[in-house]
């Protein structure tokens, strides 16, 4: 029916339905066992799945209800059957149903992604695996952020925006502390931020911890990674969330702190990015989810400009005619290709933040040659 779900989190969520129009039609609530919705998906026979985080009056759980929005049951996220949660307070992120209906559910501190079964009941850990320190990155204290805001003046307005009404994970952090540099990475199973499942039954687990997205077959194979860390263009701070675009053979990735959107080539080939901190149309104050519509529009939360951004993103391919992207051939046979010459034969451009956006018309200078993000 050409809907759109969006789910609101912390104190008094809900799930508010629009229709294809961006006209809201329908409101779910605590009035039908909606409480606390972090993240919502629909399997083949039309039944949506709702994970919710934990109140003090119920634990967390998955939601299952019928395509009238009556809910038919709730999966408990605590069975003493599920291994591995620990001790500590776990906060249900992201769902993808499995075309076999197998529920993949990622969660907030725990490492590896919770693998449930049809019924309900636990199956198994997907856990991918990567060059880790043991506990994380730590989130800095309230001390360390004030003496950070002491030093250096934001270079944007401060936005009138009360910290508390949001969870505790998405609050942003000006630093992080890591453990001793002696201790080191060591190789174990990663934090992971979303999980998405495309048509093939291809699973795509994302990373904020090590900026990396994990792509498994339907037999959890893992079949190759991408992905890099950093502050310059074409890498990740701290993504949230991806989304899937098959008609265009894309993956568009939301970077939390660098407040842009990054897309890649199915395959895991960089190929553009846009956005930039600002409040503007097509300027983001930490994106934090993503989905696309059937009309092929992409469609970003945008948490601290409190709203949702429908963008026609429109891009073109640039692959060279007798060379393969990212692969060279050397004496040793072939090899992955450096960055810069990858930017040889990729070429990503780039454009300054912001500048794609517009009423459907292109950007300054050529950028439209590159990338078009129009607000709709």
């Not at 994970?51 to 009556?70: I, K, L």
């Not at 265009?248 to 890649?264: K, Q």
Request: hydrophobic share 35%; glycine share 10%; aromatic share 10%.
């Amino acid at each position: 029916m050409d809907e759109i779900f969006v789910v609101t989190s912390g104190s008094g969520g809900r799930i508010v339905i629009y229709n294809e129009n961006y006209f809201p039609v329908f409101s779910l609530g605590a009035g039908r066992g909606a409480v606390a919705p972090r993240d919502i998906e629909k399997d083949a026979a039309g039944r949506f799945y709702i994970v919710q985080s934990a109140t003090e009056n119920s634990p967390a759980c998955v939601s299952v209800y019928n395509a009238a929005m009556f809910k038919e049951r709730d999966i408990a996220l605590d069975q003493p059957e599920i291994e591995g949660l620990g001790e500590e307070t776990f906060v249900p992120q992201s769902i993808a149903v499995a075309p076999d209906g197998r529920l993949y559910i990622t969660l907030a501190n725990v490492r590896g992604v919770l693998v449930m079964k049809t019924d309900g009941t636990f199956s198994h850990w997907l856990r991918p695996q990567d060059m880790v320190y043991a506990a994380g990155p730590a989130p800095a204290n309230e001390e360390e952020e004030e003496k950070a805001g002491e030093e250096e003046e934001p270079e944007e307005p401060e936005f009138d925006i009360d910290l508390s009404t949001l969870p505790e994970e998405l609050r942003p952090r000006r630093s992080a502390a890591y453990p001793p540099e002696e201790a080191g990475p060591k190789l174990g199973p990663v934090l992971p931020s979303s999980v998405r499942i495309d048509s093939h039954g291809n699973i795509f687990v994302l990373s904020a911890e090590t900026s990396k997205v994990y792509v498994f077959n339907t037999n959890e194979e893992l079949l190759f990674s991408f992905g890099e860390k950093g502050g310059a263009e074409g890498k990740m701070s701290q993504p949230r969330d991806l989304v899937i675009d098959e008609n265009r053979n894309a993956v568009y990735i939301a970077d939390y702190m660098r407040h842009t959107v990054l897309i890649y080539e199915r395959s895991g080939r960089f190929l553009y990015e846009f956005g930039g901190q600002g409040n503007s149309p097509g300027w983001f104050m930490f994106p934090l989810n993503l989905d696309l519509d059937r009309q092929g529009h992409l469609l970003v939360s945008d948490l601290f400009n409190m709203r949702v951004q429908v963008l026609n993103v429109d891009f073109k391919y640039r692959f060279p005619l007798f060379q393969v992207p990212f692969v060279q051939e050397d004496a040793g046979g072939l090899q992955p290709m450096t960055w810069k010459e990858q930017q040889r034969y990729f070429a990503p451009g780039g454009f300054d933040p912001g500048s794609h956006a517009g009423s459907g018309e292109d950007g300054p200078g050529n950028a439209g040659d590159r990338i078009r993000g129009a607000v709709m």
